[in-house]
């Protein structure tokens, strides 16, 4: 090395550190940093939900969503109705999969009731809730692509989603919003030829799980974005009430469909529950993947074993549930959601508790978000998956 | 304490048995009033004063990690009924007495949280009186991290104070909303300002047979 190389060299090793003392002093000083505004219109947040997020550079040192957007109050809704009416409000909570969001506030009341849904009627309502969770997923796991800056999944997940809404059309007349599940049972049979289209299907978007699976999940850009991102350890995950697959990629073995007895068709059909070591964005999304897989199969094995017979109770013509209180919750696409229903002996709840899954998913945020990078808040976001209606009932 | 026992064979008795003497054994006589359900539900109503020491007790003691949810119930019966009253007749006579619900309570306002154990998967209903005029109770953030955003709800809907919560900011309603929506003194406007047309179980179509039916 001669003299003059060895002088630049030390030259530019004292610029750098001065350059570096600069930088020192600027984080000493709080050079002053920026708010960004993500929303309330942004394609990532499904809906209206606005985040504040303080940045320091290109790192986040404060965030918080601002809910409010789309609230409709149905708690306060629900006080004027009568049992009946409310599956019309409740379907609009979670509008992905709606069919899902009625059956446990049925369930309360027909637990408060203490009546139960014939074995045919139960079992159709299990077919038509993983068919809403195959729905709801199916499109998540497109979304995810386009969040992540892939165009294609989402063609492929409209496409595919198409089918089961075609199926869930069918049999309750509505393609988003079926107001199909009736206390005692349900609104009206299965149609003629739909056990064997839903076999098709299923098939179909088995197929399509296959093929996100190894387009997205296999991408070495979407690991490189999903891995080790956002990771929310277990005991903050059950103290911030994260459910669904949220809780189950931190690693905690629960679901509602398995974990407590329901009168459903869960526990007559063989099927796994998937959970994840890592708590990252990573885990969250592989699996939503593996569940949408499961799901088929649960719809395939209900398919084989559905029960002859009526799909609705003896129920009397006026409903009145009696005095009481009563929580039922289950296991749906975003997470654990329940109704507290308070009757007081009317012909609607005194009080209903709405406890969506997407309200506790997303309280984390200000908790995770905390020193990430900008383009990872985008990916954590889309990987707790929330549906706005859902966060703000 | 119960967290390591095993799962009992029944889910019923026994185990939600436990919790409500587990729970007594942690808090004491501040354990006012509980209900168990057989193979359904756990009801707890504890001391106003003893509401941080009973989430704590439940999380740190008795392994109910799982935070699902913290709201509250007024359980005076509403003056406007289901707002399907005839706005030029007087008001109709109401039972206006305060009945409350499991595990009883004496007061207008009472808190309901629910914490589920995430192994043993049974949950437990949380209650505890409230004072009428001035409901303040100590905030669980520092055991559940994930009751803030309820609390803050529950302060926006209901008017209740939380000791302890760093921001009370509303959630949904705008900063200067004046009242509380889920009292049940609170009317709902929308059933004030147009009748509710749902009485009528079918509204006639316009222009069909039974036009001059049972409608406006």
Known sequence: MTSTESLIDRRQMAYIAAQASDARLNVELETEGMTLNIGPQHPATHGTLRIIARLDGEQVVWAEPSCGYMHRGYEKLTEVRTYPQVTTLVNRIDWLGSFANEVPFILAAEKLMGIEAPPRAQWIRTILFELSRIANVSLFLGDLGVQMGAITPVFMAFRDREYVLNLIEGATGGRFHPNFDRIGGLKDDLPAGFIDETRAVMKKLRTFCDEIENLLFGNEIFQSRMRGIGVIPKDVALQYGLSGANLRASGVDWDLRRDQSLPMAWDKVDWKVWTHPDGDAFARCWVRLQETREATMIVDQLLDSIPSGPVMAKVPRIIKVPEGEAWVSTENPLGEMGYYVVSKGDLGPFRTKIRSASFNNISVVPWVLKGVYVPDIITILASLYFILGDIDR | ?216
């Not at chain 2, 104070?161 to 009370?168: A, M, V």
């Open chain 2, 1 to 216: 304490m119960s967290s390591d026992a095993p799962v009992a064979e029944i889910p019923g008795d026994t185990l939600r048995e436990r919790i409500v003497d587990d729970l007594r054994a942690q808090i004491g006589d501040a354990l006012v009033d509980s209900l168990v359900k057989p193979g359904d539900d756990v009801w707890v109503r504890v001391r106003p004063d003893a509401w941080l020491a009973t989430g704590r007790a439940l999380r740190h003691a008795m392994g109910f990690d799982y935070f699902c949810f913290l709201s509250a119930v007024d359980w005076m019966p509403s003056p406007y009924g289901k707002g399907e009253d005839d706005p030029t007749e007087p008001p109709p006579e109401r039972d206006d007495t305060i009945r409350q619900g499991y595990a009883g309570g004496e007061t207008r306002f009472q808190m309901l949280a629910r914490v589920t154990h995430p192994t043993l998967h049974v949950g437990v209903n949380v209650k505890c009186d409230l004072d009428d005029a001035h409901p303040v109770v100590e905030s669980w953030i520092s055991v559940y991290a994930g009751a803030n955003w309820h609390e803050r709800e529950t302060h926006e809907m209901f008017g209740i104070g939380f000791d302890g919560h760093p921001d009370l900011r509303n959630m949904y309603l705008p900063t200067d909303f004046e009242g509380h929506p889920l009292r049940k003194d609170f009317p709902l406007l929308a059933r004030m300002v147009k009748p509710w047309p749902g009485i009528v179980d079918v509204e006639p179509l316009p222009g069909g047979d039974d036009e001059e039916g049972d409608g406006e």
